[in-house]
């Protein structure tokens, strides 16, 4: 078994990877991922390195929820313009999470969705199994200040901390949100 290179490696020396994903639904078992956005900064610093949006294909789009469809901004075209297959999306993902740190909102959701994606096409992570969380820094930072109820990256932190979110429930714009969020949050 190979150890990976990031065991022996303190937290604060990795860099982060601030992420966001869209899916065609909710139902991790029977909704697909379809969009990844990226936001790769330093890991002392936080200085910007890069970012990255990626379209994956849906195979199943007729168990997709309109609702969700509707409010990530999929569209047919588009997705056929810039799309790419499940494993080729995943692989450029993991060219910019090697020894990184991930990082988002409410980033358990979106990590179980990576995650099964992953083992749908027989690759592994290649990012640290630890993560942070804005919503739950912000809870932690905020709960007693302000008048926040959900702690919602786009209707109540970024707000909060005056950050443009850009096109809300696009996976590069929410990953950007999210990257200014927790910079914020880190000052506080």
Not at 26 to 48: N, P, Q, W
Not at 76 to 91: A, H, I, R, S, T
Request: aromatic share 10%.
């Amino acid at each position: 078994m190979t150890i990976p290179k990031f065991k022996d490696t303190p937290l604060e020396e990795l860099d982060l990877v601030f992420f966001d994903c869209e899916f065609t639904g909710l139902e991790i078992l029977k909704h697909e991922l379809i969009e990844i956005g990226f936001v790769k900064a330093k890991a002392k610093t936080l200085e910007f390195i890069e970012e990255g949006d990626i379209k994956i294909l849906p195979q199943h789009i007729e168990t997709a929820d309109p609702h969700s469809l509707q409010l990530n901004g999929y569209n047919e075209e588009e997705w056929k313009n810039e799309g790419v297959g499940k494993k080729e999306g995943l692989e450029e993902f993991l060219r910019h999470t090697e020894n990184c740190m991930l990082i988002g909102h409410n980033v358990n959701a979106d990590r179980m969705f990576v995650q099964k994606a992953l083992e749908e096409v027989g690759l592994k992570p290649n990012f640290h199994y630890k993560s942070l969380d804005t919503l739950s820094l912000g809870w932690a930072k905020l709960k007693d200040k302000g008048n926040f109820k959900t702690f919602s990256l786009l209707n109540e932190l970024a707000p909060h901390f005056e950050v443009d979110t850009g096109r809300e429930h696009r996976a590069i714009d929410d990953a950007r949100t999210t990257y200014q969020v927790f910079k914020k949050l880190i000052d506080k």
